[in-house]
T-cell receptor
Framework: DADVTQTPRNRITKTGKRIMLECSQTKGHDRMYWYRQDPGLGLRLIYYSFDVKDINKGEISDGYSVSRQAQAKFSLSLESAIPNQTALYFC???????????????FGPGTRLTVL | RKEVEQDPGPFNVPEGATVAFNCTYSNSASQSFFWYRQDCRKEPKLLMSVYSSGNEDGRFTAQLNRASQYISLLIRDSKLSDSATYLCVVSGAAGNKLTFGGGTRVLVKP
């Protein structure tokens, strides 16, 4: 079984609809992240959470919200979807590598979201 | 200017050949550097970290040039399975927030 799972894998929705993307992990990691990927732009960080009580905005948080329901679950919501939120969304997890060493991030398989 | 810039390619490489490409970063305070590999429609996966002294992992060699603010990846004896997009990734002083380049696409052909 995959260590980081995302649901749904594909979603088509209409402008103005509320959408929730879910991420679950069995790696036991405290840190979780949401990214979006657009062609040629790389991955951009939306929100991240270093533990259940910690939520931080990333580079492009406008129009998104998150909920860290448990250590293993981190969901991303689009309150009122718009067409320019059409993208590939990735969840990732990490655990502290040690003093001065950055984490390795492990990504889920992605959710392809289309907003019409 | 983007924080992390890459030539999008594609780099068309004959099987068995060597290919190298760079990535430039704008933040001189960047602390850690990585190459991730992403197959078409799949999630990114860590290929290798990039250390100041340069490092090698099998057919892959990564170099860091802090003075000129770029990192490089060289692939020797290219295999068909090396076809992928290679993402340059940089982290800041905090270490846990990663900035991704747009990726360099490599196509290895028979």
């Amino acid at each position: 079984d995959a260590d980081v799972t995302q649901t749904p894998r594909n979603r088509i929705t209409k402008t103005g609809k509320r959408i929730m993307l879910e991420c679950s992990q069995t790696k036991g990691h405290d840190r979780m992240y949401w990214y979006r990927q657009d062609p040629g732009l790389g991955l951009r960080l939306i929100y991240y959470s270093f533990d259940v009580k910690d939520i931080n905005k990333g580079e492009i948080s406008d129009g998104y919200s998150v909920s860290r329901q448990a250590q293993a679950k981190f969901s991303l919501s689009l309150e009122s979807a718009i067409p320019n939120q059409t993208a590939l969304y990735f969840c990732a997890t990490s655990a502290p590598s040690g003093r001065g060493s950055p984490d390795t991030q492990y990504f889920g398989p992605g959710t392809r979201l289309t907003v019409l | 200017r983007k924080e992390v810039e890459q030539d999008p390619g594609p780099f068309n490489v004959p099987e068995g050949a060597t290919v190298a490409f760079n990535c430039t970063y704008s933040n001189s305070a960047s602390q850690s550097f990585f190459w991730y590999r992403q197959d078409c429609r799949k999630e990114p996966k860590l290929l290798m970290s990039v250390y100041s002294s340069g490092n090698e992992d099998g057919r892959f060699t990564a170099q860091l040039n802090r003075a000129s603010q770029y990192i490089s990846l060289l692939i020797r004896d290219s295999k068909l399975s090396d076809s992928a997009t290679y993402l340059c990734v940089v982290s800041g002083a905090a270490g846990n927030k990663l900035t991704f380049g747009g990726g360099t696409r490599v196509l290895v052909k028979p």
